[in-house]
C-alpha cells in the first residue's frame, strides 16, 4: 500500500555543486573518464576537503581493513590450484572415450570418436594417425555437445580402441566404450 506522505522535494534549486575543472564531470564520477589523474591533480588545488574525503578516506579504509592474522589469510593461490588441479582430475576419471558408429547416406558408415581431447590428445594429430593407419578420411569437428570428435570414414571401432590403447597410454582402457 503506498505512503499517506509523499517525500518532500526541495523547491529550491541547489547552488552549491560543485564540478571539476578537467572533465566538467563532479568529481565523485571523474574516476570514471579517461584525465583521472588531471582530475584528482585539480581536486587536490582546488578543493583539498573534497580530495581528502574521496581518495584519502578510501585508502585509509582499505588500510585498515588488511589485517595480517593468520586467520584472515586469504587462499593462497597454489589453494586454488589445487582444487583445479583435483577437478580435472575427477573429471578425466568420470569421462569416458566414446567410440560409435553411425550410419550417413546409402551404405556408408563412419567411426566417431569423442572424448579423447579431455585426457590431452591433440585431435588433429590422432585424425592424421587414424587416417594413415585405416588408408582413409579422417576429420575434426564438434559434437552436439561441443566436445571435439574425430570421424573416421568407414567402420573400424575395434582397430581404433586397439591404437587408442597403443599410441595414447594417457588414456585409460577402462574409460574406452563401445556403441
Known sequence: MPSANPPQ?????VSDLFYCGICSLPPEYCE??????????????NNEELYNQLYLAAVEEGVAAVSLTPAAKPKDASDKLERKLEAAAEKKRKTQVLIKTEKRKGKKVVTVITGLD???VDLKAASKLFAQKFATGSSVGKSAEGMGEVVIQGEVPDEVQELIEAKFPDVPADNI???
Open 9 to 13: 522535494i526541495p523547491q529550491e534549486p
Open 32 to 45: 570514471f573518464h579517461p584525465t583521472l589523474k588531471k582530475c584528482k591533480e585539480w581536486l587536490q588545488q
Open 118 to 120: 579431455v585426457f590431452g
Open 177 to 179: 566404450v563401445q556403441k
